[in-house]
Nanobody, 114 residues
Framework: QVQLVESGGGLVQAGGSLRLSCAAS????????MRWFRQAPGKQRELVAA???????NYAGSVKGRFTISRDIAKNTVYLQMNSLKPEDTAVYYC????????WGQGTQVTVSS
């Protein structure tokens, strides 16, 4: 059984910061690329950030320089640190990895005002 559980979303003013967490097993975090996606109302789900099992990171151009993805295997967690938030970052954020199929958490809402 695979479970991904996101947390850390909330309401923040533009320019503020949030850190999202995704709880996963240590084995999953060691063996798989982990990804953060987001989906805004009326928009397609988009890839925000990814980290490989080797630690290489990649970011969407819209968040590059503002967001940081990381893993803490000892804490069974992948993080998305979000700084300098903009209203256009408002979305439900999902944790994801792909094996034979895609696995998703339930999502956590991020709302950026003004």
């Amino acid at each position: 059984q695979v479970q991904l559980v996101e947390s850390g979303g909330g309401l923040v003013q533009a320019g503020g910061s949030l850190r999202l967490s995704c709880a996963a097993s240590r084995l999953i975090l060691r063996l798989n690329d982990m990804r953060w996606f987001r989906q805004a109302p009326g928009k397609q789900r988009e890839l925000v950030a990814a980290i490989t099992s080797g630690g290489t990171t990649n970011y969407a151009g819209s968040v590059k320089g503002r967001f940081t993805i990381s893993r803490d295997i000892a804490k069974n967690t992948v993080y998305l640190q979000m700084n300098s938030l903009k209203p256009e970052d408002t979305a439900v954020y999902y944790c994801n990895f792909r094996d034979s199929s895609d696995y998703w958490g339930q999502g956590t809402q991020v709302t950026v005002s003004s």
